[in-house]
């Protein structure tokens, strides 16, 4: 980790503060905070912002789980945020996700939200082919809600790796599993 992260339980200068750490422990319950949320602590305002955005995108959408996670997992894999790949990708095995993909395969959503995160976290830009794929596949609200999941999630990502929270930089999908 670059900066230190902030001691659990965090310190707290005014009754807003408190709110916001209030309202991150509520979100992580029953688990304690997590490393990234001892670094976004250290802006209050910024944690506040994050876990009430990527608590709608976690939580609060009509995503199945294996669309999802598959979704957050392939961001995580293509911008080597293993921190992330090591909370996300058991919750896309547990959502339906076959461990051994290459011999299963995709079903037809699932490979379509596949290139779909692929195409928006390297290109940005996705091909009118693939969006048409996708539509075709999804509702308007769902494919909101999977552009929002890999948007958010390579925001993530970029936290993450940029920070090393988690110090899992380097370390490979492999090595996570391991440490």
Known sequence: MRLPYIPDPPPTSSPEEE??????RARRAPRPLQALDLTLLHSPPVADGWNSFLGAVRTRTSLPQDIRELAISRVAVVNRAWYEWGHH?????????????MEKGFTEKQWATLVYADEMTRNVEVRDETFAVLKGLFSDQEVVEITATVAAYNC????????????KNGLGPDAVAKH
């Open 19 to 24: 709110r916001i750490v209030s309202a991150v």
């Open 89 to 101: 990708a058991p919750l896309a095995v547990a959502g339906g996700i076959a461990e051994e993909l």
């Open 156 to 167: 993530v990502s970029r936290f993450l790796v940029a920070l090393d929270v988690g110090e």
